[in-house]
T-cell receptor, first 115, second 114 residues
Framework: SQTIHQWPATLVQPVGSPLSLECTVE??????LYWYRQAAGRGLQLLFY??????ISSEVPQNLSASRPQDRQFILSSKKLLLSDSGFYLC??????????????FGPGTRLTVL | DQQVKQNSPSLSVQEGRISILNCDYT??????FLWYKKYPAEGPTFLIS?????DKNEDGRFTVFLNKSAKHLSLHIVPSQPGDSAVYFC?????????????FGQGTELSVKP
């Protein structure tokens, strides 16, 4: 079976500090990977998606970046956090073919608070 | 530009009654829709989906209806149970060459009262 891990679960960071959130998927190969953010009182916003190692597509201009150094590893980073970066960050994966191709599976999320 | 809209931020129903959650979309290119359920501080979990070639899909207590001409879909939960209390997100897929991007609505918080 497939599992998706995210860490840390919660994070409190000062404004201007760097950020690194990590996501790994087990039990599947060559997944599509996604980063979403849910800001307080708002829906889920797609930030980045990746169809393969080193391939990143950005959906929203911002001070965040994403990288995929390995097939099942997806990292969300920032050099300098802003207050507006606070939110709940979710990693997700999906198959590229086959049954349930359309479904995205979400990780447990990381609650980021920027002070 | 909100392409997927859930205009009711919250809904309260009595246990045993029907819950109806609504979702509207603007992009006629969407042809696959999903509903996710989300508890606080957890990732969303898939609930049910529907392709545009259908107008109804049923899974146990959950039924999703799609009206393409109106660009509207709804999720029916019958009978509603207290454990159904959560935020429900409607999502539509935009396809790219190897996958699909989910475009989410803002969510509707359902509260089922005993």
């Amino acid at each position: 079976s497939q599992t998706i891990h995210q860490w840390p679960a919660t994070l409190v960071q000062p404004v201007g500090s760097p950020l690194s959130l990590e996501c790994t998927v087990e039990g599947t190969s060559n997944p599509n990977l996604y980063w979403y953010r849910q800001a307080a009182g708002r829906g889920l916003q797609l930030l980045f998606y990746s169809v393969g190692i080193g391939q990143i597509s950005s959906e929203v201009p911002q001070n965040l970046s994403a990288s995929r150094p390995q097939d099942r590893q997806f990292i969300l980073s920032s050099k300098k956090l802003l207050l507006s970066d606070s939110g709940f960050y979710l990693c997700a994966w999906s198959r590229t073919s086959g049954r349930r191709y359309n479904e995205q599976f979400f990780g447990p999320g990381t609650r980021l608070t920027v002070l | 530009d909100q392409q997927v809209k859930q205009n009711s931020p919250s809904l309260s129903v009595q246990e045993g009654r029907i819950s109806i959650l609504n979702c509207d979309y603007t992009n006629s290119m969407f042809d696959y829709f999903l509903w996710y359920k989300k508890y606080p501080a957890e990732g969303p979990t898939f609930l049910i989906s529907i392709s545009s070639i259908k107008d109804k899909n049923e899974d146990g207590r959950f039924t999703v209806f799609l009206n393409k001409s109106a660009k509207h879909l709804s999720l029916h939960i019958v009978p509603s149970q207290p454990g159904d209390s959560a935020v429900y997100f409607c999502a539509a897929i935009l396809y790219y060459n190897q996958g699909g991007k989910l475009i989410f609505g803002q969510g509707t918080e359902l509260s089922v009262k005993p």
